[in-house]
């Protein structure tokens, strides 16, 4: 099975999803390693829970980002981690750093890209007056949020909506999203064409836009 480091920053449902989904013995991924950027994520708790190395390694505590990714990128080579996934990371990473893992490092983001990359996307999302929201699993590569897709689920947007209803929404999509992204990118279903992704397996696509 392909070995995953996740790197998260908060609450890590994403990363519970992932770890859900590696139970499964028809999964071909298993989280090897999470690192987390802040001291007190919840994620660590779930990692440790589901019995899975979790390192800390904390932004503030390097003096540097070539520091910071140096140390990262210990953590997930000790783990023999292959593929890199993002999971509510907060910390643009590097060209130097994607570079370790050219075309291996996979985020999910919650809004519709290209629609609202960045911070507080959901509040963008309201603020801007969409009528559909949702979120994306992409490739990651220099820009923020840019990569080219592998998928994308849709929310509605409703009129008594707050951010935080909205995110919720949004989550429920994302758990559902991220392992079958990281299935079809881990088995080389879905690979890169330039700035999108080629899908070479027809039955799952349906899935991956709904
Ligand atoms: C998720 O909504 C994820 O899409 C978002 O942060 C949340 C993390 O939740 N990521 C970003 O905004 C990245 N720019 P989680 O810690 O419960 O997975």
């Known amino acids: 099975r392909v070995r995953l480091g996740v790197l998260v920053s908060g609450g890590g449902s994403n990363l519970q999803a992932l770890l859900d989904a590696c139970t499964r013995e028809d999964f071909p991924a298993e989280v090897a390693c999470v690192v987390s950027n802040v001291p007190t994520a919840h994620a660590l708790e779930r990692a440790r829970a589901a019995g899975v190395p979790a390192v800390v390694v904390d932004h503030k505590a390097h003096a540097s980002k070539a520091a910071f ?52 996307a959901q509040r963008q999302a309201l603020e801007r007056g969409v009528k559909v929201a949702g979120c994306t699993v992409h490739f990651v590569d220099a820009g923020t949020d840019t990569g080219p897709i592998i998928g994308q689920a849709a929310v509605p947007v409703l009129p008594e909506d707050d951010e935080k209803s909205l995110s919720a929404r949004i989550l429920v999509e994302e758990h559902r999203l991220y392992p079958l992204a990281v299935r079809l990118a881990v088995t080389g279903q879905v690979t890169l064409d330039g700035v999108r992704t080629r899908v070479a397996a027809p039955p799952s696509t349906g899935e991956l836009a709904l």
């Open 69 to 120: 990714e140096a140390a990262i990128l210990e953590a997930l080579g000790a783990a023999g981690v292959q593929w890199v996934c993002l999971a509510g990371f907060m910390r643009l990473l590097s060209a130097d750093f994607l570079g370790r893992f050219a075309g291996r490092v996979l985020n999910i983001h919650p809004s519709l890209l290209p629609s609202f990359p960045g911070l507080h």
